[in-house]
Nanobody, 124 residues
Framework: QVQLVESGGGLVQAGGSLRLSCAAS????????MGWFRQATGKEREFVSA????????DYADSVKGRFTISRDNAKNTVYLQMNSLKPEDTAVYYC?????????????????WGQGIQVTISS
């Protein structure tokens, strides 16, 4: 497993932006597909975005498509989630995830490494 630490969360107004970062350690980062999930209070955890091991393939939940951008810097062992045009419904704890292999999945049980989660709160 790889160890993951998220940063960059916080409180912003609707329409604002945040960039989440996830720093990985313990294994060769470039061997892992990466992703982000989120869980709002009282709701099930849901897929947000993912990126392939090499960074050439990405995927997004429909609810964030066009507003969020996932990227990775394999030299820095870090994956990012740029979140723009934020809405109150984006409020959640965001989790960084990793799975060894080239490709990602949208099912959370495919990932064996999870960060501790970071709170993102969007005020209306």
């Amino acid at each position: 497993q790889v160890q993951l630490v998220e940063s960059g969360g916080g409180l912003v107004q609707a329409g604002g932006s945040l960039r989440l970062s996830c720093a990985a350690s313990g294994r060769t980062f470039s061997n892992y597909a990466m992703g982000w999930f989120r869980q709002a209070t009282g709701k099930e955890r849901e897929f947000v975005s993912a990126i392939s091991r090499g960074g050439s393939i990405t995927d997004y939940a429909d609810s964030v498509k066009g507003r969020f951008t996932i990227s990775r810097d394999n030299a820095k062992n870090t994956v990012y989630l740029q979140m723009n045009s934020l809405k109150p419904e984006d409020t959640a704890v965001y989790y960084c995830v990793a799975r060894r292999g080239s490709y990602y999945y949208i099912q959370e049980n495919k990932y064996d490494s999870w960060g501790q989660g970071i709170q993102v709160t969007i005020s209306s």
